[in-house]
């Protein structure tokens, strides 16, 4: 039997992910890797494959199959969803063909509440979480580059029955080059991520501006400890048990990057184009309500950026 893994969306994520999995297992009678692209980028995989530019080395890369019709496929061991939070409901509808009773859903999108979501659009599914760490991007059709030497893919079960099937994938994931970690606490790891893209994507965007004057301004440093105070008390409202240390890390983090550089959610409002405002901004203020938790800062920003929305 072969292992058929599925790679939905084949932006910068999906595409060094998917590619790094395509060259490895391109000859391995074994496991089969599929992608599920769209337009003109798929149209140049088809053709000449996907080229993979790393750190390492550029690569030319061949799946079993690329396509916009997952009937073509068959039933998937494992599918990788990488499509933007707001892409998700549909991007379910689409690959509900492919799935079976064994198949396992794994999505790599930014936010907390994903793999829940596609629980209820797919009651019965084995979904597990995930959050990844990478700086990479679609910079032609066909063509995917990574850089900066991040490649972190962080997934685990907190539902599981048994640690088998996650430890092999682990394995299958490490022998393609892919630095795996397969966390038994994955929802911990998830949150941690989410302090810092939630934080920075809600305020570059609010104040439009980059990271790094986020730290330079007293209004805009106190809106962002007074959104990380926030942030803490749902976490942990939600099990996450996140230590207040957390929001000093992010301030550290802001303080690395380079001064310019800003949030992807920012540069979608700047360009006009819809934006992950909801999954990294509104689910925070639904939380808190959930919890009877105020989140006075969080629904000021959620409140002035869906003014900005594109309808």
């Not at 000449?48 to 009937?71: C, K, M, R």
């Not at 998700?88 to 936010?111: E, F, H, Y």
């Not at 942990?236 to 800003?262: C, M, S, W, Y």
Request: with cysteine; net charge neutral.
């Amino acid at each position: 039997m072969k292992t058929k893994i599925v790679i939905v969306g084949l932006g910068g994520v999906g595409g060094y992910y998917g590619g790094m999995l395509a060259k490895r297992y391109a000859d391995d009678p074994k496991v089969e890797i599929y992608f599920v692209a769209r337009g003109k980028h798929l149209k140049k995989v088809q053709e000449n494959g996907l080229t993979l530019i790393t750190e390492t080395g550029t690569f030319q890369v061949y799946p079993a199959l690329a396509t916009d019709n997952v009937s073509e496929i068959g039933t998937a061991d494992y599918i990788i969803m990488t499509p933007k939070s707001y892409d998700l409901n549909s991007t379910v509808a689409q690959i509900k063909p492919i799935v079976g009773p064994n198949t396992v859903i794994l999505p790599l999108l930014n936010g907390i509440d994903n793999s829940d979501r596609i629980r209820t659009l797919l009651p019965g599914a084995e979904v597990w979480q995930g959050c990844c760490y990478i700086v990479a991007r679609l910079n032609d059709p066909g063509v995917v580059e990574s850089s900066g030497g991040v490649h972190r893919f962080n997934f685990g079960y907190e539902l599981k029955q048994t640690e088998e099937r996650l430890i092999s994938f682990e394995k299958l994931l490490k022998n393609a080059g892919i630095d795996a970690v397969y966390y038994e606490k994955i929802m911990h790891v998830i949150w941690t991520k989410f302090f810092f893209i939630s934080a920075t994507a809600s305020l570059t965007s609010y104040f439009d501006v980059s990271f790094g004057a986020l730290l330079t301004d007293e209004i805009r440093k106190t809106t962002l400890v007074n959104l990380l105070e926030e942030l803490l008390l749902v976490a942990n409202a939600e099990g996450a048990e996140i230590e207040r240390t957390v929001i000093d890390k992010v301030i550290h983090q802001l303080e690395k990057l380079p001064f310019e550089t800003t949030a992807s959610m920012h540069s979608d409002f700047q360009s006009g184009k819809n934006t992950e405002v909801h999954g990294l901004t509104g689910i925070v203020v639904e939380l808190g309500r959930k919890h009877g938790i105020a989140t006075p800062t969080y629904e000021k920003v959620y409140n002035e950026l869906k003014k900005r929305m594109i309808i």
